[in-house]
Each structure stands twice: as C-alpha cells, then as structure tokens.
C-alpha cells in the first residue's frame, strides 16, 4: 500500500536558519502530495501541493518539488521565523479515476520548534 | 471559503458515557467526510469515511459499534464514541472533500476527548 515516511523530530532551530524537513514516499501510480501544517490544538492546513512531477508547491516562503526519481517531496524554508512553530505533516493522495483525489496518506509527522 | 466547523473543540466526559462529535461543512456541501484519529505526537490515523446517505466505511481495526459514524445531510456528519473508556481519550479531526476544491480535504480544528 501507500506510505509515508518524514524526517524524525523534533527539530529546533533559530530564527532565521534554513530549514528542510525531508520526505519520501511509496505509491502505486501517480499520486498527488501534500504538505500541511497542525498549530496547537488545531486541525490541518493544507500548506503546499504538487501534482506531478517535477511540480514545484509554494506558499509562505516555504516550497517542495515533486521528484519522482528519488519520490521524495522536501519542505524548505530559507528563513524560518518563531510562527513557523507547528508540526508538519507529509502526505499523499492517490488520483482516483484522475479527475479527484483519493484518500491521504500522512507521514509520521515533524515538530518545528523555532527559537527567537 | 470550504469551512469545516467541528463541536466540541473540547469535552471531558465520564467513563461508561457516549460522546457525539459534530462536523459541518458551513458554506459548501460535503458528499464525503472522513473521521480520523490522533494520538500525542503521532500521525493522523484514518478511522472511517462516510458518505452521505449510506453507511460509513471503517478502516481495518476501527470497531464499528463503538465509533458510530452518521451523515444524514450533505453538511452534517457526526461520530458517537460509545460507553467512552480513558483508552479512548484522543484528538478526533474530521475532513470533508469539496467537489470544486483544488484541495483534497478541508479539515475540522479538532476535538481533544478525555475520558476519566
């Protein structure tokens, strides 16, 4: 079946050091990914998205390319700020019958702890 | 727009009792949601997914008798934890897909369970 697999945190940083939280994935097909963000006591922002490969999803100076030969999707940032404090999740969606999207898939989750 | 709302965001409850969780798409309608579950520091786990109009479907080990899931209108499903126990003490999240959405699934803030 699908999967998911993040980076381990949690990860701690300063402000404004870059920051990669690493994904790799396993599917059937093509799939869609997926980045969102959980804030405390809160549910799921969808944060970033890619389609296909080589896709490059964007938002909030964070970005993630879609590659297909290493299926791998890492989030980046080049300056993280104290906000960016959250837990990011990867995920995945299979395009079932390629006009909508399947059932998510969601790594283990990454905590982002950003210091001022 | 596509805002899921969900009620409670947080109950405490007595062991032995039932607990109903509310999900409301409030200004789209949502032929699918799915309910998922959340352990501390852990990855979303999919429960089930229901359907307007029909039975939910449980994912494998997700016990149907005690997790109730109804979605009797196109806005509105509800998931009744039954004779709740402290090992059902979680974050509940529910989702539902926008058929117009670019987004897979719009998601609810949460409802953190604890049952004493």
């Known amino acids: 079946g699908d999967s998911v697999t993040q980076m381990e945190g949690p990860v701690t940083l300063s402000e404004e050091a870059f920051l990669t939280i690493n994904c790799t994935y396993t599917?059937?097909?093509?799939?869609?990914l997926f980045w969102y963000v959980q804030y405390p006591g809160e549910g799921l922002q969808l944060l970033l998205k890619?389609?296909?490969?080589?896709d490059k999803g964007s938002n909030k100076g964070f970005e993630a390319t879609y590659r297909k030969e290493t299926t791998s999707f890492h989030l980046e940032k080049g300056s993280v700020q104290v906000s960016d404090s959250a837990v990011y999740f990867c995920a995945l969606s299979d395009n079932a019958g390629g006009t909508s999207y399947g059932k998510l898939t969601f790594g283990q989750g990454t905590i982002l702890t950003v210091h001022p | 727009g596509a805002v899921v709302s969900q009620h409670p965001s947080w109950v405490i409850c007595k062991s032995g009792t039932s607990v109903k969780i509310e999900c409301r798409s409030l200004?789209?309608?949502?032929?699918?949601m799915f309910w998922y579950r959340q352990f501390p520091k852990q990855s979303l786990m999919l429960m089930a997914t229901?359907?307007?109009?029909?039975?939910?479907?449980?994912e494998q080990g997700v016990e149907k008798d005690k997790f109730l899931i109804n979605h009797a209108s196109l806005t509105l499903s509800t998931l009744t934890v039954t004779s709740a126990h402290p090992e059902d003490s979680s974050f509940y999240i529910c989702?539902?897909?926008?058929?117009?959405?670019?987004?897979?699934?719009?998601f609810g803030d949460g409802t953190r369970l604890s049952i004493l």
């Open positions: 989702s539902a897909r926008h058929r117009l959405s670019n987004q897979p699934q719009h």
């Open positions: 229901s359907n307007e109009g029909s039975k939910a479907t449980y």
């Open positions: 200004d789209f309608q949502a032929t699918t």
């Open positions: 890619a389609t296909k490969a080589d």
């Open positions: 599917a059937t097909g093509y799939p869609s």
